[in-house]
């Protein structure tokens, strides 16, 4: 059964680089059509995705977070690390890795997902 873990900081001072790293377990990041996915939650909205890994290593971003994101990966540790650069207090949320079978930009087609992590911007 696959398993999700997200990992990293929970606070972030603003302008600084929040990163977050994705342990998978029960399945490799470069199995075939396999796309691996952040997405986050700020309070009170709804699910944003930020963007995905490919099995390929291809990466593919949301334009309005593009200049701000980095999506890489350690296929020796079977992970996959988000980097969000320059924050602000917008960026507070719940963040979520999680795996698709499509190159998708809706998070509902994801179908699992990490228990989440809170991560606020505050100095």
């Known amino acids: 059964q696959v398993q999700l873990q997200e990992s990293g900081p929970g606070l972030v001072n603003p302008s600084q680089t929040l990163s977050l790293t994705c342990t998978v377990s029960g399945d490799s990041i470069t199995t075939n059509y396999r796309y691996w996915a952040w997405i986050r939650q700020p309070p009170g909205k709804g699910l944003e995705w930020i963007g995905y890994?490919?099995?390929?290593?291809?990466?593919h971003y949301s334009p309005s977070l593009k200049s701000r994101t980095s999506i890489s990966r350690d296929t020796s540790k079977n992970q996959f690390t988000l980097q969000l650069s320059s924050v602000t207090p917008e960026d507070t949320a719940v963040y979520y890795c999680?795996?698709?079978?499509?190159?998708?930009?809706?998070?509902?087609?994801?179908?699992?997902w990490g228990q989440g992590t809170q991560v606020t911007v505050s100095s």
């Open positions: 999680t795996r698709g079978y499509k190159p998708a930009t809706d998070p509902n087609s994801y179908g699992t």
């Open positions: 890994i490919a099995y390929t290593g291809g990466t």
